[in-house]
């Protein structure tokens, strides 16, 4: 695609990077096949190649971002599905990252829209605020009717009490060591995230159990929090940034005190995140820049850390049908696909896959609480295809994915609490429900 930024415009490291990005792009369509918004709406504009075309024209322009363009770039869902489909390589994510920056930076939204943004953006990656506003929300539930239908405001707050749990498990992960049982043979960080240790602690205590188990120390670094990707997926670049700065400290600390073999992720929307921070800090000072690559190049998606040091079961198998959902951070964002259900496999589960497992399931971050009816939508083609494959339970390996797909008739769990089970620790909570 040929570009025609002035040689000032290419000044801004921003708009040099898309510039490449835009320029692979050869126009051939073939990621609008697999695009999931374009496949409900059926609107160029809401396909691959038609937001390249609108960011291309926005950034070109150096105008202020336009509602219409607002309208296509806030219904991605940032799956990804299109990298995965490109032939030619583009790189998709880092030009609607971009864009998404720069309309948060020229675009003044409506003030509802405004107001949820920044109360997302200031609750979700901070623990104890997302329980106490979880804790509301249950108590809410009971005048959700009084939340206006037709308004956006109102339906996103519909969306987001209808997504608050029931009852909230206790505990969380915090920070510290938990050394290896016997020999120690490596050591690794776990990112204990934000929104995961409070809706579902027991996923980064199942991976906690299995890895010492196995022999592997696990740090929770003091400092260490959200991975900014929340934030970074708003366009909110100080926050994320911030975010992930502080992982950057707190891993490095690590790295040069007792030494990391990896920095192991159990929720893939922030591992493909963490994975981009050496992208994320390319024109920081050294010596950050050079520490972000370090950290990226060290993080790992859990499966693919437990396949590198050799998972082996304990168990007899139970004799259960599992139907992997694949999460899009996971399969197109870090092209983690096989590991899993190896896995899986390999701890007894019979393992079977929904039709369309490339197509997202509407989580996607705060897709859900932003844009409640195309995420409706998907989750319920996720849950028919998913429930066609007759399963006991479905397994994923990211928890915006675990909640989207929670109250659809199938036990959801983390893939690691089915791998913790089959290896000596306790069974799911949520496997037989
Ligand atoms: S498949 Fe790739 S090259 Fe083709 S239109 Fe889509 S992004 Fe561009
Ligand atoms: S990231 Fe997903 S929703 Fe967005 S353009 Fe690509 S395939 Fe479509």
């Not at 926005?58 to 336009?66: I, K, T, V």
């Amino acid at each position: 695609m040929q570009t025609h930024f002035t040689a000032e415009q290419l000044r801004d490291p921003d708009i040099a990077a898309s510039n490449q990005v835009l320029r692979t792009c050869v126009h051939c369509g073939f990621c609008t096949a697999t695009c999931p918004t374009f496949r409900l709406l059926g609107d160029e504009l809401d396909s691959p190649r038609g937001r390249i075309y609108l960011i291309k024209d926005m950034l070109e322009s150096g105008r202020p971002a336009s509602e219409d363009v607002v309208l296509h770039i806030d219904r991605c869902l940032s799956c990804l599905s299109c990298m995965t489909t490109c032939p030619s390589g583009v790189h998709y994510m880092h030009l609607v990252d971009h864009a998404r920056t720069y309309i948060e930076n020229t675009y003044r939204r409506p003030w509802h829209d405004r107001l949820l943004r920044a109360v997302l953006a200031s609750v979700l990656p901070y623990p104890r605020r997302f329980r106490a506003a979880l804790a509301a929300a249950g108590a809410g539930r009971a005048f959700a009717w009084l939340l206006p239908a037709s308004h956006p405001l109102g339906k996103r707050l519909r969306a987001m009490l209808a997504l608050a749990p029931d009852t909230l498990p206790s505990g969380g992960t915090p920070p510290g060591v938990h050394p290896a049982e016997g020999a120690r043979k490596g050591r690794v960080a776990l990112l204990a995230g934000c929104a995961q240790q409070v809706l579902a602690p027991g996923i980064n205590d199942a991976t906690i159990r299995l890895l010492t188990r196995m022999g592997v120390e696990v740090v929770v670094a003091e400092g260490a929090g959200c991975c900014g990707a929340l934030t970074h997926h708003m366009g909110k670049h100080d926050p994320a940034i911030a975010s992930a700065e502080a992982n950057i400290a707190a891993w490095g600390h690590e790295i040069d005190g007792d030494g990391l073999d990896a920095i192991v992720i159990n929720a893939s929307g922030c591992g493909t995140t963490v994975k981009d921070y050496g992208f994320m800090f390319r024109t920081a000072p050294e010596p950050l820049r050079a520490r972000a690559e370090q950290v990226s190049a060290l993080a790992v998606d859990i499966s693919e850390f437990l396949t590198r040091i050799g998972y082996a079961p304990t168990r007899e198998p139970p004799g259960l049908t599992v139907a992997y959902h694949s999460a899009c951070s996971l399969q197109h964002g870090q092209q983690v696909t096989i590991e899993p259900k190896a896995l899986l496999a390999k701890a007894g589960f019979t393992v079977v896959e929904p039709a369309d497992a490339h197509l997202c399931c509407g989580s996607a971050g705060t897709y859900n609480l932003m844009q409640p009816e195309i995420a409706g939508r998907l989750r319920e083609r996720k849950l028919d295809t998913l429930r066609a494959t007759s399963p006991d339970l479905i397994a994923a390996g990211n928890i915006g994915c675990i909640a989207q797909l929670a109250g659809g008739g199938l036990p959801v769990v983390h893939t690691i609490e089915l791998l913790d089970w089959m290896a000596g620790g306790p069974e799911p909570a949520r496997a037989t429900d």
